[in-house]
Structures are given as C-alpha cells and as structure tokens.
Nanobody
Framework: VQLQASGGGLVQAGGSLRLSCAASGIRFSINTMGWYRQAPGKQRELVATITRGGNTNYADSVKGRFTIARDSAKNTVYLQMNSLKPEDTAVYYC????????WGQGTLVTVSS
C-alpha cells in the first residue's frame, strides 16, 4: 500500500491550501485516514482524522479552520486548510489505518507572516 500526498506549498498568513492523499495498492476501503504534521524541532502531531463512516476528529488548534474529507471509493483523503497561520508551517503526512498503518511521504506547508 502506498499513500501519495500532494498540495503543499507556500502561502501567506490568512490564505488557504488543499492537501490530497491517494492510497494505491489496496482493494478495500481503508478504515481511518488522516493527516498529521511535524514542525521543525517538534514531534509529529495529529491534525485530523476521518473514519470510513465519516466521523471526524480535529486537533484543537485547527478546529474551525481545517476540514477533512474523504472519497472512500477512491481511498483518497483531503484536507482543506483555511485561515492559515505561521504556526501551521510543517511537513504534513497522510496516514491510513486498517489491519496495518501506512504513511505518505509528506508534503511541506509553509505559511509566511
């Protein structure tokens, strides 16, 4: 199973970005998909997750600004990020969990002040 993330980049504070992550090599719908991030010098942290049934979970720091969605038939997960802040700067990793856990390669999001 491979997860391929895309959509990162450089944006000014207050701007928006949309991340996408597509899973390949699996014929079944992944149970939970999500996004994590790791800022320089910090540990990787949860951003948001979404189950196959559509239940979502968000880190307090992104509630009201980020929205996670998925296309279960395509095993694709999206992260719409609005009102971005400099503290959102990090490498964002997509994640999938079923009988195992898989990680994407990471995509860099840089928010300038």
């Amino acid at each position: 199973v491979q997860l391929q993330a895309s959509g990162g980049g450089l944006v000014q504070a207050g701007g928006s970005l949309r991340l996408s992550c597509a899973a390949s090599g699996i014929r079944f719908s992944i149970n939970t998909m999500g996004w994590y991030r790791q800022a320089p010098g910090k540990q990787r942290e949860l951003v948001a997750t979404i189950t196959r049934g559509g239940n979502t979970n968000y880190a307090d720091s992104v509630k009201g600004r980020f929205t996670i969605a998925r296309d279960s038939a395509k095993n694709t997960v999206y992260l719409q990020m609005n009102s971005l802040k400099p503290e959102d700067t990090a490498v964002y990793y997509c994640n999938g969990e079923a009988w195992a856990t898989w990680w994407g390669q990471g995509t860099l999001v840089t928010v300038s002040s």
